[in-house]
């Protein structure tokens, strides 16, 4: 019986020339290091604290046009280098080399665009699934990809949601405080503490960083009406790209004032309806009537900003892009509040109790989590 194949990408060249420091593996992959950023990144305890993790390395501390004195591949394929200047000798593994100027992308959204289509499969987890990490994340990962996911079989207890959402993470508090009681009260300050139907919108954009995911734990809901909308900002920015790319620029380009008011705050925030990245993809979705300010346009400016914005209202009613589900007790919709819009249908405070329980997490603590949580051979 043979030896299986040795299939461990190796260091197989390591030379200096040209005030770079030139690397090849055994697949016949090339690259150009700069000398500076092998330094900077040098993984020894004296740069990299072993308890913090962070950088102790001071990057003044060395010659900008810093070259290494000798440089050798050891046996195991690592890559040793001997600094010249202040003394200094690094050793790196070569897997770690080998993402040598290919950007971070743990922390990137790949989102699965959804329309109504979506009903009957929507991500659904059992409270349970929870309890271990396959599960744990599973559930976060459709959290980041379908931008939510719903669970089932949770204690329907006052509490409950900061218990879940602690799973991901710390709650973000605002001015509705750290938890918010969405059940018809009087004297409202906001259009969730009422039975009135909410279109759907996005949560507080009038902040600067408007929440990022929203934890929405269902207690008791046994009044008639109330079900709940969802609708994939995302594909609604899409199809007004396709169909209509002047309003889409218009909605990505000016920036809308939003504001919410009660005796205690004034909090107001202006920023563009469809946030874009520098490379013209998606990053977040900020439309609600409710706490729109008065628009204000120069000119013609403003009926072609009216035109975009009613075009936009109007793809986040259209049936075929809503899911539409009636939350039960002991049931959690998380989801991002800088992709998707949620709404509910009026209802019958009368006609039975309806008590929703809701805390905001930021997002880093998403992909935290995931990274953390992310099994061994990835």
């Known amino acids: 019986m043979g030896t299986a194949p040795d299939t461990e990408l190796r260091l197989v060249e390591a030379t200096v020339g040209d005030r770079k420091i030139r690397l090849g593996w055994s697949d016949g992959h090339r690259v150009d290091v700069e000398p500076l950023w092998l330094r900077d990144n040098c993984p020894c305890p004296e740069c990299l604290h072993p308890s913090t993790r962070e950088r102790t390395f001071d990057i003044l501390s060395v010659p900008p046009d810093l070259l290494p004195e000798r440089i050798s591949i050891e ?24 993402g040598y100027g290919a950007p971070d992308l743990s922390g990137t959204a790949f989102p699965v665009i959804w329309d109504g289509r ?58 509705f405080g750290v938890v918010f009681d ?7 300050n906001n259009n969730a503490y009422t039975a009135i139907k909410l279109n759907p919108h996005t949560d507080l954009p009038n902040w600067e960083r408007q929440p990022d995911f929203q934890f929405l734990f269902c207690i008791a809901n046994e009044a008639q009406g109330g079900a709940s ?14 169909e209509d790319p002047e309003a889409f620029d218009a909605l990505a380009r000016t920036p809308l004032p939003f504001r919410f008011h009660d005796g205690e705050a004034d909090i107001r925030f202006r920023a563009p309806a469809i946030g874009l990245w520098p490379d013209g993809s998606l990053r977040e979705i900020r439309c609600n009537l409710a706490i729109l300010a008065r628009i204000d346009a120069p000119g013609e400016d403003m009926a072609r900003l009216y035109r975009a914005h009613r075009r936009f209202v109007e793809l986040t009613r259209l049936p075929d892009l809503q899911l539409n589900f009636r939350l039960q007790a002991g049931e959690l919709l998380a989801f991002d509040n800088l992709r998707l819009l949620h709404g509910r249908e009026a ?8 008590h929703l329980q809701g805390v905001y997490v930021d997002r880093e603590h998403l992909y935290s989590r995931l990274r953390v949580l992310r099994p061994a051979a990835e």
Do not use: C, Q
Request: aromatic share 10%; charged share 25%.
């Open 75 to 98: 046996s195991d394929g690592a890559l040793r280098v001997e600094w010249g200047g202040v003394p200094h000798s690094s050793r790196y593994e070569a897997a770690d080399l080998r």
């Open 118 to 175: 979506l009903a009957g499969s929507e991500p659904r987890f059992a409270y349970a699934d929870l309890e271990s990490e396959a599960g744990a994340r599973a559930w976060l990962s459709a959290l980041r990809d379908y931008g939510f996911a719903l669970i089932e079989g949770a204690p329907p207890v006052e509490g409950e949601v900061l218990r879940l959402a602690a799973r991901m993470g710390p709650p973000r508090p605002t001015n």
């Open 182 to 188: 969405v059940v018809s009260k009087p004297d409202p």
């Open 229 to 242: 909308t969802l609708v994939d900002g995302f594909a609604v920015a899409e199809r007004l790209r396709d």
């Open 347 to 354: 209802f019958d405070p009368a006609s039975g109790f309806r």
